[in-house]
């Protein structure tokens, strides 16, 4: 997808609020008014762009460095209510598959699915489609989701020759195959 996370008109909106939460102490929030459908557009952008900065974190950040796997809005948590947005500034936000999935490339380690299997390989797949580098190697196995680091052992060049026909082995080339 070669489309911006953000468009600049909705930085303009999000990023003064983000930046003010960001500035107060652990269990203090915002409250910005607005409709409520207008709240619930500000919760999908504000969620978005921590999903998309705790993602790209991984890649932008050391392992040992705290903001590694969460990114700059880890602890920032969106809310929609009836008159507006509450943005809160929490020590432990709650966890949801998609915390899990970057939990998972940021520690390399097998992670528990806590949700339906149709929702986590939905949700891996819809982020897979956004963040292939970073996520490709995420893959759902027994309940959890797994990172896999491919060996140069396991990586097969194919030479495919589309220009021919392509004939079936015959029984004798299958039984040397086997052998």
């Known amino acids: 997808m070669n489309k911006p996370p953000i468009v600049p008109g909705q930085e303009r909106e999000i990023f003064p609020i983000i930046d003010a939460a960001l500035q107060l102490p652990y269990g203090k929030a915002i409250a910005y008014q607005c409709p409520k459908t207008r709240a ?4 999908r952008i504000i969620q978005g762009e921590r999903y998309r900065n705790a993602i ?5 950040y050391t392992s040992d460095d705290y903001l590694y796997g969460r990114g700059l809005y880890y602890h920032l948590v969106p809310e929609v209510r009836s008159k507006g947005l509450i943005l809160a500034n929490v020590e432990n936000p709650p966890g949801t598959i998609t915390w899990d999935i970057i939990k998972c490339v940021a520690t390399k380690k097998p992670v528990e699915i806590t949700v339906p299997l149709n929702t986590a ?3 891996l797949n819809q982020l897979k489609a956004k963040f292939p580098n970073e ?7 027994n309940g959890q989701l797994c990172y896999s680091i491919p060996s140069p052992e396991e990586l097969i060049v194919v030479d495919i020759d589309t220009g021919g026909k392509v004939l079936s082995p015959t ?8 052998q």
């Open 135 to 141: 996520l490709g190697s995420i893959y759902i196995s």
């Open 171 to 178: 029984s004798e080339q299958r039984a040397k195959l086997r």
């Open 40 to 43: 619930n557009y500000l919760y």
């Open 56 to 60: 790209e974190s991984t890649a932008t």
């Open 121 to 123: 390989q939905s949700r």
